[in-house]
């Protein structure tokens, strides 16, 4: 029998998005071979008011519910036939509901702009609320296509919290046989820029070019098939992983990081890489 963790699980609300999150899910779980479980939440919060306790669900409702999850199950079908596919409709609140079912799956994938059940721009509360609270990798998945691009990207900074991000970047990597771009974003501070002050910015590269280096030595001696390419941009983190992303397909980021990431991936660093990347944005909490 197949362990709740050694499955994926993604959100489906018949959105566009959802269908590229779906897509997504159906290669990773291929990838894997492991199952994938799709699961579609009837946002009932707008029809109980007023309800009793254990009302039940509207057979309209159910029935919206039940074509989303059939739709996707064909798509995972015709994409993937060699996934074992599964499909659940759970009543609740969106975000409480797939934080339940991720559980300590290996991956919970979402799409970036729920319509139906998702209520609204999954960017706002519920894949915050996801990337903060649930304990596998969060994996948002942007607009209708899926990018062509092969390179998965990692942000790294000095602090060993990245570490969980990078790992997984690296599986990325090896299982879609991908370049791996190690990207350790820093800025100059504002008073190096006073004409009195010199700076050489080669050792300054040099010296954040270590901090890339000194993360690689963990898991570097353990994946020695794949290429690792280390980027180490004078730029702020959200710029420098956007920019990366243009030909990735896939950027990680880390859930509390510190250094030059400052707390990503639950502040200003998770928001702009989450609204910008062109690519979908794996959350790895630490």
């Given at each position: 029998?197949?362990?709740?963790?050694?499955?994926?699980?993604?959100?489906?609300?018949?959105?566009?998005?959802?269908?590229?999150?779906?897509?997504?899910?159906?290669?990773?779980?291929?990838?894997?071979?492991?199952?994938l479980r799709v699961?579609?939440?009837?946002?009932?919060?707008?029809?109980?008011?007023?309800?009793?306790?254990g009302a039940g669900l509207p057979d309209?409702?159910?029935?919206?519910?039940?074509?989303?999850?059939?739709?996707?199950?064909?798509?995972?079908?015709e994409?993937?036939?060699?996934?074992?596919?599964?499909?659940?409709?759970?009543?609740?609140?969106?975000?409480?509901?797939?934080a339940e079912q991720a559980g300590d799956a290996t991956a919970l994938v979402v799409g970036s702009r729920g319509l139906g059940g998702f209520a609204g721009a999954l960017l706002g509360?519920?894949?915050?609320?996801?990337?903060?609270?649930?304990?596998?990798?969060?994996?948002?998945?942007?607009?209708?296509?899926?990018?062509?691009?092969e390179e998965v990207v990692v942000g790294v900074d000095d602090s060993p919290e990245c570490e969980p991000a990078l790992a997984y970047a690296y599986e990325q990597a090896l299982l879609r046989g991908a370049t791996l771009r190690v990207v350790h974003a820093w800025q100059?501070?504002?008073?190096?820029?006073?004409?009195?002050?010199?700076?050489?910015?080669?050792?300054?590269?040099?010296?954040?070019?270590?901090?890339?280096?000194?993360?690689?030595?963990?898991?570097?001696?353990?994946?020695?098939?794949?290429?690792?390419?280390e980027d180490v941009p004078c730029a702020h983190p959200v710029d420098a992983l956007t920019a990366a992303s243009e030909g990735a397909g896939l950027l990680v980021v880390g859930s509390h990081?510190?250094?030059?990431?400052?707390?990503?991936l639950l502040g200003s660093v998770s928001r702009g890489v989450l609204h910008h990347a062109r690519c979908p944005v794996a959350v790895v909490r630490a």
């Open positions: 029998m197949t362990k709740e963790e050694d499955m994926i699980i993604v959100g489906a609300d018949g959105s566009v998005a959802s269908r590229a999150a779906v897509e997504w899910a159906a290669g990773d779980a291929a990838r894997r071979r492991v199952p699961v579609h939440v009837a946002d009932t919060s707008w029809y109980q008011v007023g309800k009793p306790p309209l409702l159910l029935r919206a519910g039940r074509q989303v999850l059939d739709e996707a199950e064909a798509l995972v079908r994409r993937q036939p060699a996934v074992e596919v599964t499909t659940r409709q759970v009543a609740g609140r969106p975000a409480e509901v797939l509360s519920v894949s915050m609320h996801l990337a903060g609270h649930v304990h596998c990798p969060v994996v948002v998945v942007r607009g209708a296509h899926l990018p062509a691009g100059l501070p504002v008073h190096a820029y006073a004409p009195d002050i010199p700076y050489d910015l080669d050792d300054i590269r040099a010296l954040q070019l270590q901090v890339i280096r000194d993360r690689l030595k963990v898991f570097g001696p353990d994946h020695p098939q794949v290429s690792v390419v990081g510190r250094g030059a990431l400052g707390s990503a």
